[in-house]
């Protein structure tokens, strides 16, 4: 008796810090959206094969001093990035894209800390329930896994070419995606209540729906990591038509025609755009079948939400497509579509709790 009276008590108190735990998990989806951001900014700048070793546990600090400044950037002076792109940069230049690459690791790092000693301390003190202690668990795996598909992408571009793998590029987006998918599913299912429907029916074929809307953004996201892998943005900078064609001649240039989908700079350009068109019929679809349910408060605010994010997104993309790649723009794109995902797996949350 006195060992359920304590196991009561301490469900009890996990329940009570449900609130606490969701905002936690929270913060750390919003460190994840300003880690893939950053992600992005250190792509398009070059500064991602700046750092040429992996120190997880001694990297923190920048180099500290002279020497040791002329010490990292004599290791850099090895590789192919400065061989065959940034020959004769000074050590000036070189701290500029060092910075970034330097920023998105110790953010990493970062966001292990937020999100391990946080979890300790919840999980010791009984304020996490024992039903949701493996999804968390495998949460942090996941993170660790993702910082060594990072190193192990950008060992891909310190071998032979200054750039890396855009297939293990796609891999390193792909996971960041799950991972901020997984936080927000799991923070919603901390505070969110079920909400009664009058059509309980229609709303679990809708369910369907939602998750296809959660599947096709996601491999939009992916198409969106080939096309900056292989800098295919650059291909075409005309909307809706590339250049004069609907159906640009270097489609299928490349044998087999598979490989035209991941390695040809035009088709994958234009995958991306088809990809765009699919996600937005899609969602719109979505949106005018649900509008028509009796939806409860919460679904029908993230219906909307949904719709709101996917006209931002769309506008984003066609900007930066026409002014060739700001910095700047396709950093919010990216952005965007963290939060077209999060928009969607937030939508189907709340059919699932219908």
């Avoid at 650059?234 to 989908?261: A, K, R």
Wanted: glycine share 10%; aromatic share 12%.
């Amino acid at each position: 008796m006195i060992d359920n009276i304590q196991n009561g008590g301490d469900e009890a108190r996990a329940i009570r810090a449900r609130p606490a735990v969701a905002a936690w998990l929270l913060v750390v989806a919003t460190m994840v959206v300003a880690m893939v951001m950053l992600g992005g900014a250190t792509r398009l700048t070059h500064s991602g094969l700046s750092m040429v070793e992996w120190k997880p546990l001694m990297g923190t600090l920048p180099p500290m001093g002279e020497a040791a400044w002329q010490e990292t950037f004599q290791k850099y002076q090895q590789f192919p990035e400065y061989q065959k792109i940034n020959q004769g940069m000074t050590l000036t230049e070189f701290k500029g894209i060092f910075y970034y690459e330097y920023s998105h690791r110790v953010l990493g790092r970062g966001i292990g800390l937020v999100f391990a000693l946080p979890f300790l301390w919840f999980l010791l003190t009984g304020r996490i329930e024992r039903c949701r202690r493996k999804a968390l668990v495998g949460l942090f795996l996941l993170g660790g896994l993702q910082g060594l598909i990072g190193w192990w992408m950008v060992k891909s571009g310190l071998v032979d070419r200054p750039d890396v793998s855009h297939y293990r590029l796609t891999v390193h987006l792909g996971v960041a995606f799950l991972i901020l998918g997984a936080l927000i599913w799991v923070a919603l299912d901390l505070f969110s209540k079920s909400e009664p429907v009058a059509a309980p029916g229609a709303v679990r074929g809708l369910r369907v729906w939602s998750w296809l809307a959660v599947s096709l953004v996601l491999l939009q996201a992916l198409s969106g990591g080939l096309v900056a892998g292989l800098d295919a943005g650059f291909v075409y900078n005309s909307f809706p038509m590339m250049n004069e064609y609907w159906l640009p001649p270097e489609l299928g240039t490349l044998s087999p025609w598979w490989l035209n989908l991941f390695e040809n700079v035009v088709t994958v350009q234009f995958g991306h755009r088809i990809g765009a068109y699919l996600c937005t019929l899609l969602l719109l679809g979505l949106w005018f079948k649900a509008r028509s349910l009796a939806l409860g408060r919460q679904a029908r605010l993230a219906l909307n939400l949904m719709l709101m994010v996917l006209a931002v997104q769309l506008a984003l993309g066609v900007s930066t497509l026409l002014l060739v790649i700001p910095v700047s723009l396709a950093v919010l794109h990216q952005g965007g579509a963290l939060l077209l995902f999060a928009a969607t797996v937030q939508f189907a949350f709340r059919l699932h709790r219908t």
